[in-house]
């Protein structure tokens, strides 16, 4: 989210609706307020003066109506999360986005103003290095592609050419297929990295030999500028630099991708390898 972003913004949208952990809350409802500030690209709306460059803020209030209506919530904190999902994954054109739900007739038992829940969601880049050296590799890899472009809390993935290199790691295997991928994600780093072990778990993959052979291979290399490291998942990914079969197809994607530990864009990396003899 590091761009700046033009907004539009919806301020005391009021809704009736039924949200609250007690019973007669729900059945009983009360008046919702909804800020909501969009942050979108509005650069060819002005220049052509076309509603359809743009997110229509109209269109926009009838969703949050409709949707806060549809279905019953405990907590705002999961109103607003579902809301704010629902708008990302509809509206193309949207970022990122910042929503609050306000309450002011919250059942407390005290002088008090309004009470609320404010969030802040937005679509995240991601990529992803993909391999295969075992029975057909390519089918491997394009049908696992096809399921990150199936999933509604990801979008715009794009798949690298595919390269045949030699086995990473001093195991004696057959040749893989490399490739990478590049996508926006709604999902958090560790969500991310659970759905990629189960695409993998349906193609076969198992992991009884350390830099093995598998069926299917998929490994996060990239979310946005994230630095994280726990016993399951470090970001960037550790050994991205030392790889060629790695950076080879990610240059084809993203040659300018800058490193935010080292600085160094792809395309350095890339090079320097080939500079060091790899």
Known sequence: MERDYDEIRIEELKVFAHHGVYDFEKEQGQDFYLNLTLFLDTLEAGKTDDLTKTINYGE???DLNQWMQEKSYDLLEAAAQGLAEKLLVKYERLHHLSLEIR???APIKLPFGSVSVQIRRGWH???????SNLGDREKYLVEAVAQLGNCPQMRRVRMSSLIETKPYGGVEQGDFL??????????????????????????????EIHWGPR?????????????????????????????????KPLCELAPGLRHPISHKTVAQMLAELSWKGF
Do not use: M, W
């Not at 880049?125 to 391999?131: A, F, M, P, T």
């Not at 290399?221 to 950076?247: S, T």
């Open 215 to 247: 069926t299917l291979d998929l490994d996060i290399l990239f979310y946005d500028d994230l630095i994280y490291g726990d016993d399951q998942l470090i970001l960037p990914h550790i050994d991205l630099a030392n790889r060629e079969f790695v950076l």
């Open 178 to 207: 490399n490739g990478a991928v590049a996508l926006d994600t709604l999902l958090t780093p560790r969500e991310l990295l659970d759905y990629l072990h189960g695409i993998e778990n349906r193609a076969g993959r198992t992991r």
């Open 60 to 62: 926009v209030c009838q």
């Open 125 to 131: 880049e991601v990529y992803l290095s993909i391999g």
């Open 103 to 105: 309450k002011p007739q």
